[in-house]
């Protein structure tokens, strides 16, 4: 239940509560509890057999995450010797005996400790104890700004700027290139500034170059950070055989004289010829780089600057670095002309040519998820713990603003939460792909079960009709208690024989096919949950459905109408078929109809189950 981003994570206990409490937790391949031998009797655990701090200490540097349910004490000196930076360390958390806290010990921002204290809280129903600044602040912590879009840390003081951040001090951000949606779900009373301030202490430069641009700066200079986007395209062309290390060389001489960062590279492009030329594929595979290959049908067709009618003699194409940067960036202009680079050893043979184009979009490096969740009735008690650790984990939250405002309480300060209005179903689901695609992790959520009359489907049409693989991005489903299991919990039991299920809602299905589903389940005498009764501009839909099953059913059927089922808002009235329409309805009620044998007791209502003749 926990982001594989944290595997391998290990849980460490040494008591039989504290294994009891992190069990549940342990529930993928990448996840191990360790206990004592004195705790062998403890299913699904590993043994230690040394001291504990030379256990930790052979784990150290094998895993991402340590989740420890011992004294916050113990820890420190457990693990005091093995720390040597924020930037490599692993996410060290702390979860009491009794599971009422979660503390992120280190490594709360690179390491993800944060992130994990608040997942498992989530699950354990505990409180997240984070004692950073930023998390005070509700502001993303500096050093992790751009981590959800792939970008790379460069140069800087970054203790200094995030000092700067935790004073609340104004803070200039400078970005040439990248996304920018980080900017639009910041807080209100942020300290960062988009434009020259003359209260500036600290400065962010999200470049893809080397070092920020030169500047009039005070004395002593302010401290500053770099983030390199990842959105440069290196376009290729090489002789056969040239070596890894003449191609790493010459890309490394252009990045040099026009001052650009290797770390903001995306991606090698080049002709589909070159697809299995070694040295390309090592450079690649050494520095995890994607590597793009066009034919020269499609190269060809690129106006470039500088085309080769010898290139073009050779391989089918006029260009082949400058057309392939273009084409893999998607763009129509290079930041740098082709380069010819020859190898000035004797020993290394080959030449190649370098061109750079700088796409729109920064290039992420990760497959990118579909979690569709289900948020059950709106009380977040009802939602599932996984549920609620997809929402908590995403980088982005996509769905109808209403629903989005009964999660507020597990939304985080680093994520994407985009809302759109309730007729907009479509768009959630274009939005939600196109960002998964990309790259990010993304919910979409869905009041109830997002597979019953919610946003999965809609997503996974849209999949299908894009030509999906299957794989990228990944799906995921997470259900959620439907709004008609809500609705029968909350007055008794009417589900308790043969059910179904009917939208009124004639948006996307006809009303002549939906009229044929409810002469249908009124004839075979189903217990109807009716969804989308009644909207502002859709008045007569229940009452045609309440004709309807009056032909086959009772005046005096019980009928339970349940509005915002488990809201503050919430109302119940049961009431029979025949006064159906006394009582108020609208797009936020679920009407539940009993079948010939349902009756009501008090504010009851109960179908039985069958058995008894």
């Not at 505990?126 to 790379?152: H, I, K, Q, R, Y």
């Not at 050893?345 to 729109?360: D, F, M, P, R």
Request: hydrophobic share 40%; glycine share 6%.
């Amino acid at each position: 239940m926990l982001p594989t981003e944290f595997s391998p994570i290990a849980f460490i206990a040494t008591t039989p509560t504290g294994a009891k409490k992190l069990q549940p937790l342990c529930q993928n391949n990448a996840a191990t509890l360790w206990v004592p031998e004195s705790l062998s009797e403890i299913n699904n655990a590993q043994i230690y057999k040394d001291s504990l701090k030379n256990h930790v200490a052979s784990l150290w540097d094998k895993h991402q995450a340590f989740v420890f349910c011992l004294a916050t004490g113990a820890v420190v000196r457990l693990i005091s010797g093995l720390l040597k930076s924020k930037s490599t360390d692993p996410a060290v958390v702390v979860v009491d005996e009794t599971g009422k806290f979660v503390i992120s010990l280190c490594g709360g921002h690179q390491g993800g400790a944060d992130k994990l204290a608040n997942l498992i809280a989530l699950q354990l129903g505990a409180t997240p104890v984070l004692t950073g600044a930023s998390n005070s602040l509700e502001l993303p912590a500096v050093d992790m700004l751009g981590v959800p879009f792939g970008w790379c840390r460069g140069n800087g003081d970054w203790n200094a700027v995030s000092a700067t951040v935790a004073k609340g001090e104004d803070v200039e951000v400078i970005q040439e290139v990248g996304s920018t949606l980080w900017q639009n779900y910041l807080p209100k009373s942020h300290p960062f500034k988009f434009h020259e301030s003359p209260t500036t202490k600290a400065t962010i430069h999200i470049t893809h170059k080397s070092s920020p641009p030169l500047s009039p700066s005070p004395h002593p200079p302010l401290p500053s950070i770099i983030w390199h986007p990842r959105v440069l395209w290196v376009g290729i062309g090489c002789e056969r055989g040239t070596s890894k290390q003449v191609i790493a060389d010459a890309i490394a001489q252009v990045f040099q004289e026009n001052q650009f960062a290797l770390a903001a590279i995306a991606g090698i492009a080049t002709i589909d010829i070159k697809a299995d030329e070694v040295g390309l594929l090592e450079l690649c595979c050494e520095r995890n780089l994607p590597f793009k290959t066009f034919p020269s049908e499609i190269l060809r067709m690129v106006m470039v600057p500088n085309p080769s009618q010898v290139v073009e003699k050779e391989v089918g194409t006029p260009s082949v670095a400058e057309a392939a940067a273009i084409v893999a960036a998607k763009q129509t202009s290079l930041k740098v002309p082709k380069q010819i680079y020859r190898a000035s050893n004797q020993n290394l043979k080959g030449a190649v040519t370098v061109a750079i184009a700088a796409s729109e979009k920064e290039y992420i490096g990760k497959i990118g998820k579909l979690l569709l969740v289900g948020t059950g009735p709106g009380n977040l008690e009802q939602m599932t713990p996984a549920a609620q650790t997809a929402v908590a984990s995403a980088d982005a939250v996509i769905g109808y603003g209403l629903y989005i405002d009964l999660i507020a309480p597990i939304l985080q300060k680093h994520q994407i939460v985009e809302a759109l209005p309730i007729t907009k179903e479509r768009d959630r689901a274009t939005r939600a792909i196109e960002l998964a695609s990309w790259g990010l992790s993304v919910a979409v959520i869905s009041s109830g079960d997002s597979g019953i009359y919610g946003m999965a489907g809609l997503v996974m049409e849209d999949l299908q009709a894009s030509g999906w693989d299957g794989k990228s991005p990944s799906v995921e489903v997470f259900p959620g208690v439907s709004a008609f299991q809500s609705a029968a919990a909350r007055v008794g039991t009417p589900l308790m024989h043969d059910f179904c299920a009917v939208s009124l809602s004639d948006l996307l299905t006809p009303w002549e096919v939906i009229v044929k589903r409810l002469e249908a389940a009124a004839a075979a005498d189903f217990v109807t949950a009716l969804y989308n009764p009644k909207s502002k501009t859709r008045t007569q839909q229940l009452a045609e459905a309440r004709e309807i099953f009056l032909k086959h059913r009772n005046p005096d059927t019980p009928v339970a109408v349940v509005r915002s089922v488990y809201r503050e808002d919430e109302q119940i009235t049961i009431t029979t078929l025949e006064k159906l329409l006394d009582v108020p309805v609208d797009m936020l009620t679920t009407v539940l109809i009993g079948n010939q044998s349902t009756r009501s007791y008090g504010d009851w209502m109960i179908t039985p189950r069958g058995y008894r003749k």
